[in-house]
């Protein structure tokens, strides 16, 4: 029989709680947790070899319940509530989750999953939060309750005991919302403290029994962060931590703030970046190839959104993030704490219970199981799941709950092998002669082993099979085949692997494909990168915020570029200024000079284009128009309104052939853009870079034969000798791909050349 809690123990532990201080430094979300707070669910071990009435209590998809252990029987500790959980393996291998409860740790062996045996429990201070983290064999915990930092030594855990060696406090510090481990240098860190504006605090653990306060990132106050070692880049071997930080109460300051803090006693703020809808920036992690921060919002859910909602954010520079998306479950309870392992994405959101997604294509998530442990309901309420642990090496995952405890189960689905992704460098103009590098990215999970990529090409007789060259860095590239100039080469990407796993790119191949024009020549007549005066104007009717060109001084903050696009330093911005600032009242509109696109060739205006309207009211529009006749009468050539994805920030690059606009594009082409606030609110910020205007031609088609080097118009040993001699001293007629290096690829353009033979 369960046992149920009175209101009057619930209202006790309240009160506890408010007294020792977890509400002082609590901010929005620890409010609406305790209005939310039930009983909990009491009664016994229920384990997989047994049989029990919750068999068919809970909603699940693709795991596997083993085995379930509610508050009451971690007796000794005030179990009212219960909270955070972590592992640890011991040396001997043996696996453990530490359990929090609201009146300290439960310690349970768990390497016979559907036998957990509680094997020791160490008290701490009454506080609905409670977390912990293991660095070598001792388990730190904190909590908004008091006592500092809970050291416990598990060295003799195997026997069924763990040491209290110390609770610590100094330097004024006695409270902490949550601890971090950066695992791969074994640093600790607090956050959420009652001390150093509440941000992320570097303790010395040297001496792993006794802590010490060693500097920390101090600018405001953090929830959570992950700090990790990071590798490539300028920032390799540097310590970085993305912080889920600032207030509750609006955009301007909840968000993400990335940091180097190598140097704890001199951090140095790398990036700050703001999202749509922000309500309160809770806990973030990074996908498992660190390309992507996912990033958890424990109020937008019931307020500005209707659906949990995941933000995912490009964190490939640490110094340059930026937004790109959002994906959800489509329930409507709200996302909590979230873990990655070889690329599967492991979600807890409170109502809905665990939550596990594909993340081999980390910007598309796809949920492919679940486990809900908190029936009846997925409303937006602090009650349910409040943690995962999904890193043992058996597979077990452990997952805590608010009223129902401690959760034991497996993830039961065969999950692809590998996924073939897109690049930013796919070739928008190629060669008639071929050699052009083609490249497509692979990521794999551990265990899959890729037996082959290839690119089909059609070259205008259908497709073709080019088997693809790996760089062993998990790309493969090809050259790209001859083809007659003024044609479309068409192509897609295919890949197998050990299992008999057959992808294509795009996915829906060959009825859907890449392509890329083929030019013999690009005559560059306009090319802007603003770093001087080519005579654009600016005019409009803001109150702040127009167009200037300058270096970007925002950092990434509030929806502006943290960085022009090419590299070059200069761009056009409206209202370049750090901090809350944006086009305000009215538009502003930047306006081109006078552009040639007459001459021999296809004229093809480009250019690149920052344009940010998610944060707030969106509801602003982005006008990119063109004019033939200097101005005197405009075509639209580009609309960017509401919702569009485009509008989430970031650089975007844009070609339109103005042949196709213009019956005869003129001497006088002139283009230009139109940022707006027009409405109460909002936020709008854009960027333009990188103008230019190419003649694509086919004019100056020399060789319709570039493998016949001797010139004597037939393709023998003479050529391959004359072309191993070239390349041999590097000269520029063995460069191929025209990369301006000798490598293997230049070999594979020569070898397809000289396959195709002479027209």
Same mark, same amino acid.
């Given at each position: 029989m369960r046992h149920l809690p009175s209101r009057r123990s619930l209202s006790t532990a309240l009160l506890l709680s408010l007294a020792c201080g977890s509400v002082a430094n609590a901010h929005d979300d620890d409010y609406r947790k305790l209005l939310d707070l039930q009983p909990p669910v009491f009664g016994p071990i229920w384990t997989a070899d047994g049989e029990s009435q919750e068999r068919g209590l809970f909603d699940f998809q693709n795991m596997t319940l083993l085995a379930n252990i509610p508050l009451n029987n971690f007796t000794g500790l005030n179990t009212t509530s219960g909270n955070d959980c972590w592992g640890y393996v011991a040396p001997s291998g043996r696996e453990y989750v530490i359990m929090g409860v609201e009146g300290g740790y439960g310690f349970v062996e768990i390497t016979d999953p559907v036998n957990p045996v509680i094997v020791d429990k160490i008290t701490g201070p009454v506080s609905l939060w409670h977390d912990v983290k293991v660095v070598g064999q001792y388990a730190y915990g904190v909590s908004e309750g008091g006592s500092g930092i809970q050291v416990m030594d598990l060295s003799n855990i195997d026997s069924g005991s763990v040491t209290l060696v110390r609770n610590w406090t100094g330097g004024g510090y006695s409270t902490s919302h949550n601890i971090v481990t950066n695992e791969e240098t074994g640093s600790l860190w607090v956050v959420g403290t009652n001390i150093g504006n509440g941000g992320l605090i570097h303790i010395d653990i040297s001496n792993p029994e006794l802590p010490s306060i060693d500097g920390g990132?101090?600018?405001?106050?953090?929830?959570?962060?992950?700090?990790?070692?990071?590798?490539?880049?300028?920032?390799?071997?540097?310590?970085?931590a993305f912080l889920s930080s600032g207030f509750s109460g609006g955009f301007s300051e909840t968000g993400l703030r990335i940091a180097d803090v190598t140097d704890p006693n001199n951090p140095v703020t790398l990036a700050t970046l703001f999202y749509p809808n922000a309500g309160y920036s809770h806990q973030c992690w990074l996908s498992t190839d660190r390309t992507i921060l996912y990033l958890n919002d424990e109020l937008d859910e019931g307020s500005s959104v209707a659906v949990t909602t995941t933000r995912v954010i490009n964190v490939e520079d640490p110094a340059n993030p930026y937004f790109v998306g959002t994906f959800t479950t489509g329930k409507a309870a709200i996302d909590h704490n979230l873990y990655t392992r070889d690329h599967v994405i492991y979600q807890s959101n409170y109502r809905s219970g665990l939550r596990v997604f594909d993340g081999l294509d980390p910007i598309n998530p796809v949920e492919v199981a679940y486990f809900d442990t908190y029936p009846g309901s997925d409303s937006a309420n602090f009650n349910g799941t409040w943690s995962n642990y999904p890193f043992f090496p058996s597979g077990t995952i452990a997952v805590s709950d608010i009223e129902r405890g401690l959760f034991l189960m497996t993830l039961d689905v065969q999950l692809d092998g590998f996924a073939l992704q897109e690049r930013d460098d796919q070739p928008s103009f190629v060669s008639p002669a071929g050699g052009d590098l083609v490249s497509v990215n692979t990521v794999t999970r551990q265990g899959a082993v890729l037996t082959g990529v290839s690119m089909f090409a059609d070259t205008g007789s259908g497709?073709?099979?080019?088997?693809?060259?790996?760089?062993?860095?998990?790309?493969?590239?090809?050259?790209?085949?001859?083809? &007659?100039?003024?044609?479309?080469?068409?192509?897609?990407?295919?890949?197998? &692997? +050990?299992?008999?796993?057959?992808?294509?790119?795009?996915?829906?191949?060959p009825g859907s494909v890449f392509s890329a024009d083929v030019v013999s020549s690009i005559d560059a007549v306009f090319a802007d990168n603003f770093e001087t005066n080519s005579g654009w104007s600016v005019s409009g009717s803001v109150s702040d915020g127009a167009w200037e060109r300058a270096v970007p001084a925002g950092g990434g903050g509030r929806g502006d570029p943290a960085n022009d696009y090419d590299g070059s330093g200069r761009c056009y911005l409206t209202?370049?200024?750090?901090?809350?600032?944006?086009?305000? %009242?009215?538009?502003?509109?930047?306006?081109?000079?006078?552009?040639?696109?007459?001459?021999?060739?296809? =004229?093809?205006?480009?250019?690149?284009?920052?344009?940010? +309207?998610?944060?707030?009211?969106?509801?602003?529009?982005?006008?990119?128009?063109?004019?033939?006749?200097?101005?005197?009468?405009?075509?639209?050539?580009?609309?960017?309104?509401?919702?569009?994805?485009?509008?989430? %920030?970031?650089?975007?690059?844009?070609?339109?052939?103005?042949?196709?606009?213009? *019956?005869? =594009?003129?001497?006088?082409?002139?283009?230009?853009?139109? *940022?707006? &606030?027009?409405?109460?609110?909002?936020v709008v910020e854009a960027g333009v870079d990188a103008v230019s205007i190419n003649l694509l031609s086919c004019e100056d088609i020399v060789n319709n034969c570039p493998a016949d080097l001797s010139g004597d118009g037939v393709l023998d040993f003479f050529d391959i000798a004359a072309f191993l001699s070239a390349f041999g001293s590097q000269e520029p007629v063995a460069d191929f791909t025209g990369d301006g290096s000798f490598d293997f690829f230049d070999i594979a353009a020569f070898l397809t050349a000289f396959g195709a033979g002479c027209p």
């Amino acid at each position: 029989m369960r046992h149920l809690p009175s209101r009057r123990s619930l209202s006790t532990a309240l009160l506890l709680s408010l007294a020792c201080g977890s509400v002082a430094n609590a901010h929005d979300d620890d409010y609406r947790k305790l209005l939310d707070l039930q009983p909990p669910v009491f009664g016994p071990i229920w384990t997989a070899d047994g049989e029990s009435q919750e068999r068919g209590l809970f909603d699940f998809q693709n795991m596997t319940l083993l085995a379930n252990i509610p508050l009451n029987n971690f007796t000794g500790l005030n179990t009212t509530s219960g909270n955070d959980c972590w592992g640890y393996v011991a040396p001997s291998g043996r696996e453990y989750v530490i359990m929090g409860v609201e009146g300290g740790y439960g310690f349970v062996e768990i390497t016979d999953p559907v036998n957990p045996v509680i094997v020791d429990k160490i008290t701490g201070p009454v506080s609905l939060w409670h977390d912990v983290k293991v660095v070598g064999q001792y388990a730190y915990g904190v909590s908004e309750g008091g006592s500092g930092i809970q050291v416990m030594d598990l060295s003799n855990i195997d026997s069924g005991s763990v040491t209290l060696v110390r609770n610590w406090t100094g330097g004024g510090y006695s409270t902490s919302h949550n601890i971090v481990t950066n695992e791969e240098t074994g640093s600790l860190w607090v956050v959420g403290t009652n001390i150093g504006n509440g941000g992320l605090i570097h303790i010395d653990i040297s001496n792993p029994e006794l802590p010490s306060i060693d500097g920390g990132w101090t600018e405001m106050y953090v929830h959570d962060a992950q700090v990790v070692t990071w590798q490539g880049g300028s920032l390799d071997g540097r310590e970085i931590a993305f912080l889920s930080s600032g207030f509750s109460g609006g955009f301007s300051e909840t968000g993400l703030r990335i940091a180097d803090v190598t140097d704890p006693n001199n951090p140095v703020t790398l990036a700050t970046l703001f999202y749509p809808n922000a309500g309160y920036s809770h806990q973030c992690w990074l996908s498992t190839d660190r390309t992507i921060l996912y990033l958890n919002d424990e109020l937008d859910e019931g307020s500005s959104v209707a659906v949990t909602t995941t933000r995912v954010i490009n964190v490939e520079d640490p110094a340059n993030p930026y937004f790109v998306g959002t994906f959800t479950t489509g329930k409507a309870a709200i996302d909590h704490n979230l873990y990655t392992r070889d690329h599967v994405i492991y979600q807890s959101n409170y109502r809905s219970g665990l939550r596990v997604f594909d993340g081999l294509d980390p910007i598309n998530p796809v949920e492919v199981a679940y486990f809900d442990t908190y029936p009846g309901s997925d409303s937006a309420n602090f009650n349910g799941t409040w943690s995962n642990y999904p890193f043992f090496p058996s597979g077990t995952i452990a997952v805590s709950d608010i009223e129902r405890g401690l959760f034991l189960m497996t993830l039961d689905v065969q999950l692809d092998g590998f996924a073939l992704q897109e690049r930013d460098d796919q070739p928008s103009f190629v060669s008639p002669a071929g050699g052009d590098l083609v490249s497509v990215n692979t990521v794999t999970r551990q265990g899959a082993v890729l037996t082959g990529v290839s690119m089909f090409a059609d070259t205008g007789s259908g497709f073709t099979e080019i088997p693809m060259n790996d760089n062993g860095d998990g790309s493969f590239s090809a050259a790209s085949p001859q083809i &007659d100039c003024g044609q479309t080469l068409s192509y897609y990407f295919r890949g197998t &692997d +050990n299992a008999g796993l057959v992808k294509t790119l795009p996915a829906g191949a060959p009825g859907s494909v890449f392509s890329a024009d083929v030019v013999s020549s690009i005559d560059a007549v306009f090319a802007d990168n603003f770093e001087t005066n080519s005579g654009w104007s600016v005019s409009g009717s803001v109150s702040d915020g127009a167009w200037e060109r300058a270096v970007p001084a925002g950092g990434g903050g509030r929806g502006d570029p943290a960085n022009d696009y090419d590299g070059s330093g200069r761009c056009y911005l409206t209202d370049n200024v750090a901090g809350n600032s944006d086009v305000d %009242g009215g538009t502003t509109t930047l306006t081109s000079p006078a552009m040639d696109a007459t001459g021999v060739g296809i =004229p093809t205006l480009s250019y690149a284009l920052w344009y940010s +309207n998610n944060i707030g009211e969106i509801d602003d529009t982005m006008f990119v128009d063109v004019s033939n006749n200097n101005g005197g009468s405009w075509s639209s050539l580009d609309t960017i309104g509401p919702g569009d994805p485009a509008a989430g %920030g970031g650089w975007n690059t844009y070609s339109f052939d103005l042949s196709q606009i213009f *019956a005869s =594009p003129s001497s006088q082409v002139r283009i230009r853009f139109r *940022a707006g &606030d027009t409405g109460v609110g909002s936020v709008v910020e854009a960027g333009v870079d990188a103008v230019s205007i190419n003649l694509l031609s086919c004019e100056d088609i020399v060789n319709n034969c570039p493998a016949d080097l001797s010139g004597d118009g037939v393709l023998d040993f003479f050529d391959i000798a004359a072309f191993l001699s070239a390349f041999g001293s590097q000269e520029p007629v063995a460069d191929f791909t025209g990369d301006g290096s000798f490598d293997f690829f230049d070999i594979a353009a020569f070898l397809t050349a000289f396959g195709a033979g002479c027209p």
